[in-house]
């Protein structure tokens, strides 16, 4: 049962989607009316916030989709690894790059330098969470970023845990037995 899975709900869904509008809000402002955006989900943990982000954005909004990995279970490999590319040409586009968590920072750090190598005419990234103490990339910061989170591992709302969790309409951790099999 879900319910005794979880530990505790630390951002609930009123929380999660009043700051998800807000963040839509100020990308809405920082851009031109006219700039066509070319929204570039990290696959899989930030569909759920691209989708729901996106429809708070009020410009020209076109989808990408790019899935690396740096991850296995609940411990970092240190490795990130192209499994899926983006389908379209980035050059001379304004991209957004939308991810789950910056944990390390290792994952967006390699995703931005692979996609400045395609010449778009800019690159920006937005992040649902932030592990600030985890971050090992000290140069690598999101633009705009919704929640900074304590080092915690955490799932719902696109966050996995061996690909479980992601549905949940919030951001919870797990009791501890949970990740004992
Ligand atoms: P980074 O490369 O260390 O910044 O890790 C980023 C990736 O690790 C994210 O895309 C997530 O998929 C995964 N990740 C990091 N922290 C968590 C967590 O607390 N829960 C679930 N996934 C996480
Ligand atoms: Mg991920």
Known sequence: MLENEIE??????E??????KALGAEITDYYDEDDEIVMVC???GGFVFMADLARYVELPVVFDFMDVT????????????????????IENKDVLIIEDI?????????????????????IKVCT???KPERRTEKE?????????????????????YNERYRNLSYICILKPEVYQD
Not at 8 to 13: A, C, F, G, K, N
Not at 15 to 20: D, G, T, Y
Not at 108 to 122: A, G, Q, Y
Request: proline fraction near 2%.
């Open 8 to 13: 505790e709900i630390l951002i609930d869904q």
């Open 15 to 20: 929380k999660l989607q009043a700051r998800i």
């Open 42 to 44: 990290i696959l899989r």
């Open 70 to 89: 740096s991850y296995e279970g609940a411990t970092s490999t240190g490795n990130v690894r192209i499994i899926k590319d983006l389908e379209e040409s």
């Open 102 to 122: 910056i944990d390390t920072g290792k994952t967006l750090k390699h995703v931005v330098s692979i996609l400045e190598t395609r010449k778009p005419n800019s």
């Open 128 to 130: 649902l969470l932030d």
């Open 140 to 160: 690598l910061e999101s633009d705009w970023n919704g929640f900074e989170i304590p080092d915690e591992f955490v799932v719902g709302y696109g966050l996995d």
